[in-house]
């Protein structure tokens, strides 16, 4: 099973920037697809963005897209979502995370990491 350590998270103000990393450990990029997902307190969690390994194809939900980009480099076996215009709203754990299946690429995650805090103030 793959190792997934996120960093990047921290306080910002809205209208700020922030970027996440997650380093994945050997072998990440054989894994069908690397997602972001983030839980609000109190909220379940929920799908933010994807990159499929094989082809670099690229997925949003409607509350970011157009704000945040997900990337991957894959010599470094490490995936980033850079997001930009944050809003308070955006406030969560972000979750790196890996899907050993193909299909739909919101869900059926099978590796998480811990999580990094992004905080966004008004």
């Known amino acids: 099973q793959v190792q997934l350590v996120e960093t990047g998270g921290g306080l910002v103000q809205a209208g700020g920037s922030l970027r996440l990393s997650c380093a994945a450990s050997?072998?990440?990029?054989?894994?069908?697809?690397m997602g972001w997902f983030r839980q609000a307190p109190g909220k379940e969690r929920e799908f933010v963005s994807a990159i499929l390994s094989s082809r670099g194809l690229t997925y949003y939900s409607v509350p970011v897209k157009g704000r945040f980009t997900i990337s991957r480099d894959s010599a470094e076996n490490t995936v980033y979502l850079q997001m930009d215009f944050l809003k308070p709203e955006d406030t969560a754990v972000y979750y790196c995370?890996?899907?050993?299946?193909?299909?739909?690429?919101?869900?059926?995650?099978?590796?998480w990491g811990q999580g990094t805090q992004v905080t966004v103030s008004s």
């Open positions: 050997s072998g990440a990029f054989s894994f069908y697809a």
């Open positions: 995370a890996a899907k050993s299946s193909s299909g739909i690429p919101t869900r059926d995650y099978d590796s």
